[in-house]
């Protein structure tokens, strides 16, 4: 086999022109499907974690028919005490599960004793919360990064519009499930970056100071979120808890919880979604610039080296090794294209690492981009590469080494 | 050389390298169909310096190439080392040539790509799959043999045409056949390289006991040839044995 590659090798050199402008044409595609799988993995997974560990949490747990009627922040769907003890004790046990926070959300008026507007409360543990979305203390601009009771983060925009300054007091006044009214004055600790996505624009409160607005008696909890360990395993947990969370069920049979991931309660899984196609449609480009050129190639070889090939088949080399010389010839242009392309590719990548572009992303400013690329991505590229290079020389390579010796060494 | 004596003795009787009853040709030009060769008969022994003549046409390359197993009759019955070779399959045929038969061309035909020594190294390599040691043996014998030693690392663009055309003759003579053809070996050569060449294959022939058949026109092979067939219209129509029985 080391005799066919040196033979494959030298052919490739004797036409270095064209060897040069095909490994060019593929290093080109490799470098840019590379660029791009990393730059928009960079821009996937920051906008991902910036959904999930700023707001939502990698899953939630909530009542049957609640997100259905999300919009109306129903208080008549909570998930009651009991239940909320079922949900508790299942999250404890179960290992993937990094952290959880219970959340009571809640539509009110926001009064500042001279303006009142609407504002969507957040009622949680702030610890809880802080644990299960990480980023949420980040994206206080101005005033404290804790929360205690009495205390509220008002989102930017509200803020902004009704000129609310840290240290404020404001008056929240909210509906309870029973219609009855209450209020209850609030001091302004933090102003909140707004985020792009469901609950991106909401308040946060103390989940007892919720209580206490809302009258109830006993904790009734709008959604669970939860963090898992491994985002990876993030719908296999769902799964997994959504399998037995099913088995508790109302007097109607009907069960009592549903579970979602991230992906069904955000919008921008579509954005993820199309971003994964592009890549797709990048990767099949670079499968066509492939195949077409070393194709190609791979066919003007064979036309160019007839009599060649009908000396060695002449003098006893076997149709099989013949076709392996030019399969090697087509591998060795795909893995030539594909080891510069790499580097090529991973130094670009450092490059743009080293030069920390930044970029806006919704209401989020001056994101850096930091892309990176997966060995395994690394590996698919260059295995699709090579595969399709093999691809591309086969028919060539099966007309040479089905040349009769004869005609062939009559080519002129 | 004993291993052949062993193959073509059968008593004291000595066997026939090649085997030709009624040999035809036929090529289908469209509408028209050519007999390129009709009804050819003749034997050949071994260690034989033989050599094809006759005119353009009068079916020589025709005759070669089915010697060489490189193309089929369309009737008659070939024998060649003890084989049957019209019924070998396309592989059979192509492992047949690799193990008995070497090929010399007018247009030399090395390959470019490799040195003088990897060109005569190549059969043992890339057909026979000799080893390494072996390889070296044989390759360095004959590079010496051929006068080609001080070349060896060159590239066939760098040598001149008498140069390639020993460089030939050692990669047919380097897995040691039976048989060696030789399809118009001195045409493109000068007359002094032409002579060195032929001098070159005989006393290959004399060393190894190889058979040489050629087809040619050049009279400087026929003047070395020990026997002569004349072709003409795809018919045998002599045999001259220098120093022996004439025919035709």
């Known amino acids: ?88 004790t299942l999250l404890k046990q179960e290992i993937e599960v990094e952290a959880y926070s219970p959340r009571i959300k809640f539509g009110g008026l926001f009064s500042n004793f001279a303006e009142t507007t609407n504002i969507r409360l957040n009622g949680v543990y702030p610890e809880q919360e802080f644990k299960t979305v990480p980023l949420l203390p980040s994206r206080v601009k101005e005033g404290r990064k804790t929360l205690n009771k009495g205390e509220i983060w008002v989102p930017e925009l509200l803020a902004r519009g009704m000129s609310i300054k840290i240290g404020d007091p404001i008056v929240i006044v909210a509906t309870n499930k029973d219609g009855s009214v209450n209020g209850k004055q609030f001091s302004v600790v933090g102003i909140l970056e707004s985020a792009t996505g469901p609950g991106g624009r909401d308040g946060y409160i103390h989940l007892e100071d919720a209580m206490e607005t809302l009258r109830m008696a006993e904790k009734e909890i709008s959604e669970v979120a939860v963090r898992v360990k491994n985002f990876n395993q993030v719908n296999a947990v769902t799964q997994k808890l959504e399998n037995t969370l099913v088995k508790k069920v109302n007097p109607k049979g009907q069960p009592v919880f549903e579970v979602h991931s991230w992906e069904k309660l955000s919008p921008f899984f579509n954005i993820a979604r199309m971003i994964e196609v592009m890549t797709f449609f990048i990767k099949l480009m670079l499968i066509a610039v492939v195949l077409i050129s070393i194709m190609n190639v791979m066919i003007m070889a064979v036309y160019e080296r007839i009599r060649e090939i009908g000396t060695i088949a002449a003098i006893g080399t076997l149709p099989g090794k013949i076709l392996s010389m030019f399969i090697v010839e087509g591998f060795c242009l795909g893995a030539i294209g594909v080891i510069v392309g790499n580097l090529i590719g991973l130094i670009i990548i450092f490059i743009i690492n080293l030069a920390g572009i930044k970029f806006d992303f919704g209401m989020q400013k001056d994101l850096v981009l930091s892309p990176t690329i997966a060995p395994h991505d690394l590996l698919t590229t260059s295995i699709i590469v090579i595969l399709v290079s093999v691809m591309a020389s086969l028919q060539p390579a099966f007309k040479a080494s089905r040349m009769e010796p004869i005609k062939a060494l009559r080519h002129v | 050389m004993c291993c052949k004596d062993e193959v073509f003795l059968k008593g004291e009787e000595i066997m026939s390298l090649i085997e030709a009853e009624n040999i035809s040709k036929d090529y289908k030009g469209g509408e028209v169909n050519v007999r390129a060769l009709k009804g050819v008969s003749f034997k050949i022994e071994p260690a034989s310096f033989v050599s094809f003549i006759g005119p353009s046409g009068s079916g020589k390359t025709t005759l070669l ?78 590079l010496e043999a051929v006068g080609m030693l001080e070349q060896k690392d060159k590239y066939p663009d760098q040598i001149s045409g008498g140069q390639k055309q020993r460089v030939a003759v050692a990669r047919a003579l380097v897995t040691n056949p039976e048989l060696i053809l030789a399809d118009e070996p001195t045409a493109n050569l000068d007359s002094k390289t032409a002579y060195t060449v032929i001098e070159l294959m005989k006393n290959m022939r004399d060393e190894r006991n190889t058979t040489f058949i050629f087809s040619t026109h050049d009279p400087k092979i026929v003047g070395e040839a020990e026997i002569i067939y004349t072709l003409a219209d795809g018919e045998l129509t002599g045999r001259q044995v220098k120093g022996g029985e004439n025919n035709g």
Not at chain 1, 1 to 28: D, E, P, V
Not at chain 2, 71 to 81: F, H, N, Q, V
Not at chain 2, 112 to 122: F, R, W
């Open chain 1, 1 to 88: 086999m080391g005799n066919i590659f040196k033979i494959a090798i030298r052919n490739l050199l004797r036409y270095k022109r064209r060897t040069l402008l095909t490994t060019s044409l593929i290093t080109i595609g490799v470098v840019f499907v590379l660029v791009f799988i990393s730059i928009s993995g960079s821009f996937k997974s920051m906008m991902i974690s910036q959904i999930t560990d700023s707001m939502l949490g990698d899953l939630q747990i909530h009542r049957r028919g609640y997100v259905a009627s999300i919009d109306n922040l129903p208080l008549n769907l909570n998930i009651g005490a009991q239940d909320h003890k079922i949900v508790e």
């Open chain 2, 65 to 142: 190439n089915l010697i060489g197993c490189l193309d089929k009759p369309t009737g008659g019955k070939l024998t060649i080392a003890d084989t049957d070779v019209l019924g070998l399959q396309r592989k059979e045929s192509a492992s047949f040539r690799g193990q008995h038969i070497g090929f010399i061309f007018q247009d030399f035909n090395l390959i470019p790509v490799l040195t003088v020594y990897e060109n005569i190294e190549y059969p043992l390599l890339m057909v026979r799959n000799t080893p390494a040691g072996e390889r070296k043996r044989r390759v360095e014998t004959l």
